[in-house]
């Protein structure tokens, strides 16, 4: 029960955090998120990629994640403004097995275009997080 409690005083303090530097926005994805649930951590980081709402998905990530989102918005910050860039629309995805090792995780899902992805996650804290570096 004490653990539980911390936990939850954990997310109160990262919601408030959240909120103080990025607004509502982030905020509506995270109230929803089950942090307990990997799978449910990783829908709801790759729903936040496809709505391009960047600080949200950092905020579901671990360091490492946050890491490379920062290389990717240095490079993007290179294009300019007339650029025309292509953004496909988002793919619906099929999820399926979820295995937990310690404190991995790796979240299989598919889409029509390929059949055979996966996320990494790490728990951090009693959280799940999308653990994204560099090397993927």
């Not at 310690?102 to 059949?115: E, F, L």
């Amino acid at each position: 029960a004490e653990a539980e409690v911390k936990n939850l005083k954990d997310s109160i303090r990262m919601l408030r955090k959240i909120v103080a530097e990025s607004g509502s926005e982030s905020l509506t994805y995270l109230m929803n998120v089950d942090f307990s649930d990997p799978q449910d951590v990783a829908k709801a980081f790759l729903k936040a990629l496809s709505e391009e709402n960047f600080s949200a998905a950092m905020e579901l990530g671990t360091e490492n994640t946050r890491k490379v989102f920062g290389i990717i918005e240095s490079l993007a910050n290179l294009a300019s403004d007339e650029d025309d860039l292509d953004v496909d629309q988002p793919e619906a995805i099929t999820w399926g097995k979820t295995v937990i090792t310690g404190d991995r995780a790796v979240c299989h899902y598919s889409t029509k275009d390929d059949p055979d992805q996966s996320l990494d996650l790490r728990l951090v804290n009693g959280q799940w997080k999308v653990d994204i570096k560099k090397e993927n």
